[in-house]
């Protein structure tokens, strides 16, 4: 049970509740990433996919939704796996993480110069193909929601053939590949694909290509987002915006496929809810947090679908 071998600390905004926040990470000796919502309480919030209570906001939150809840969790999540710490107690006083530059790079940073004591994560070998459609996720809302998605869907143009996979690989890694198809010309079509097998050189090439990507919106939608409690916190610092033509962006992006390289964030954050090293291939095609966390459901509903290995 790897965990943090001091304490560190962050603050910020978040992204959609645009409220301050302060985040506390200490170590642990109960396995597992467990948050504290210190301004309701004292109970913990686990940060497994089994109490992801709501993604539907493009962002994963554990716990419930209408009481103690912790939101857009996967890219604190994400820097906790690439560091290779799987049990700690979060607290935080308020009801999302900060999203500081919308990257994973100050988080992974900052956990990862703390150090890491007490071995290594457990491997979860995917044994068995395990899928989920976009439109899996879609039947499986209520009605209003389903309207809803329906109408910020028509807005953006995203369709819903999208897909989720996880197949069993024949290497000792976790083989991701995301691929975005987008009618906004700048994004278009974009893959990128990424490999971690535990080494120096897969978190050196994590470090390098992937962790300062930052999330990105559509700089139209923000008024429409805003006015339904999304996107609050959201500003040219912490978002790549882009412009309402679609063929640029109102700020630099780090690399021109800086958006399929931050999928890869969020599916490792999203991936680390199985609170352990997941071994196999990731494909995502035009993936989402519900259908990250509907595969999750998926692969650990049947024991043939997968092994774990204790480390
Ligand atoms: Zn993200």
Redesign the pocket.
């Known amino acids: 049970m790897p965990t943090i071998k001091k304490s560190v600390e962050f603050s910020g905004v978040g992204i959609h509740s645009g409220l301050p926040v302060r985040m506390v990470v200490k170590p642990s000796k109960r396995h597992g990433i467990f948050f504290r919502r210190v301004d309701l309480g004292k109970n913990l919030i686990s940060a497994k996919f089994d109490n992801v209570g709501d993604t539907k906001m493009r ?1 994963t939150t554990v716990g419930d939704i209408n009481a103690a809840h912790v939101k857009t969790i ?2 604190f999540m994400a820097a906790m796996f690439m560091a290779g710490i799987d049990s700690a107690i979060v607290e935080i006083d308020g009801p999302e993480t900060p999203i500081l530059d919308g990257s994973a790079i100050e988080f992974y940073k900052t956990i990862s110069g703390a150090g890491v004591t007490g071995g290594k994560m457990k491997r979860i070998v995917v044994r068995r193909p395990v899928y989920v459609s976009a439109r899996e996720v879609f039947q499986s809302l209520p009605f209003m929601l389903r309207a809803k998605i329906w109408f910020m869907n028509l807005l953006s143009g995203c369709t819903t053939d999208g897909f989720v996979k996880l197949t069993p690989s024949e290497k000792k890694s976790l083989n991701i590949s995301a691929t975005l198809v987008y009618r906004e010309k700048i994004i278009g079509y974009q893959n990128f694909s990424y490999s971690y097998d535990g080494t120096k050189k897969s978190v050196q090439d994590f470090v390098k290509n992937i962790a300062r990507a930052r ?1 990105f919106g559509k700089y139209s939608e923000w008024e429409y987002l805003k006015k339904h409690g999304m996107a609050r916190g959201a500003n040219e610092n912490n978002v790549i915006a882009l412009n309402s033509n679609g063929d640029g962006t109102l700020n630099k992006t780090f690399w021109p496929d800086e958006f399929v390289r ?1 999928k890869i ?2 599916a490792i ?1 999203d991936m680390f809810t199985s609170s352990g090293f997941i071994i196999g291939n990731l494909e995502s095609y035009k993936g989402s947090h519900a259908m990250n966390n509907m595969v999750l459901k998926k692969l650990f509903s049947n024991p043939d679908n997968y092994d774990i290995i204790d480390a």
Do not use: A, Q
């Open positions: 962002n996967e890219h999330t931050h964030i969020d954050g």
